[in-house]
């Protein structure tokens, strides 16, 4: 009987929320305007979104299997320390690497469905440079800090790609990532990086380049 009782109460109390709602208003007179204000809103917003998602289109480049898309350059500035000139397109870039080793990741866009259908090709954008330890004692106690250059200027809570990731794609859009992990860094080696259907490629152009590469293998 207590339930029933309290779920009496509970009735009561929603009938008096709702007599007063009534006797506010209504005629219903401000409904039309409210669903008019947020639909205008939710506009305004999905077109914001639509903004976003264009900037994030326009830093992917066409992925063209063979295609040069960098170099790498490397100058020792101290002990496990190396400043990286980095090339791809006009502007080189300096970046400051630590540890014995580089990676650099690149994310990729796959089209799916109509967009395949219609010849869309697939897209890629160079995403980040990080050094790395070859000691494990050493890596762990840098693995929460940020020893790595992020190559585009969007933060991750605005990356599409990564939101398209994390919702695990779509019909239209599939997202993939490509890798080239773990090539010693070596005073003066200087690198090409060439893009397929499939990864990227660390081209050695020169001879301190091709030793880091037998290193490493």
């Known amino acids: 009987m207590q339930y ?10 929603v009938a008096l929320i709702l ?3 009534f006797r506010a208003g209504w005629r219903l007179g401000w409904l039309l305007p409210w669903l008019k204000g947020n639909l205008l809103l939710l506009g305004v917003l999905f077109a914001g979104a639509l903004a976003v998602v264009a900037w994030e289109l326009q830093q992917f480049k066409t992925l063209e299997p063979g295609a040069n898309v960098a170099t790498l ?3 020792k ?7 990286l000139i980095f090339t791809a397109g006009a502007e080189p870039r300096s970046i400051i690497l630590e540890g014995d080793m580089w990676q650099l990741d690149a994310q990729v866009l796959r089209w799916r469905g ?4 219609i010849g869309l090709q697939d897209g890629y954008r160079l995403h980040r440079l990080k050094g790395r330890y070859m000691a ?3 890596q762990r106690e840098l693995l929460d ?14 990356d599409a790609w990564y939101w398209l990731d994390t919702l695990d794609g779509g019909a239209l859009l599939e997202t993939d990532a490509f890798v080239v992990r773990f090539i010693p860094m070596a005073e003066g080696a200087r690198f090409g990086i060439e893009i397929g259907e499939t990864g990227l490629t660390p081209v050695p ?13």
């Open 205 to 217: 152009m020169n001879r301190q380049a091709m030793n880091a590469m037998q290193r490493s293998e």
């Open 77 to 83: 500035l101290g002990p496990q320390r190396f400043e």
């Open 4 to 13: 029933y009782g309290l779920a009496g109460l509970v009735l009561v109390i």
């Open 136 to 138: 494990l004692e050493q």
């Open 19 to 21: 007599l007063a709602v």
């Open 114 to 117: 109509l967009g395949h259908a």
């Open 145 to 158: 800090e940020e020893h790595a250059g992020v190559l585009h200027g969007t933060p991750g809570w605005r």
């Open 73 to 75: 350059e490397f100058r």
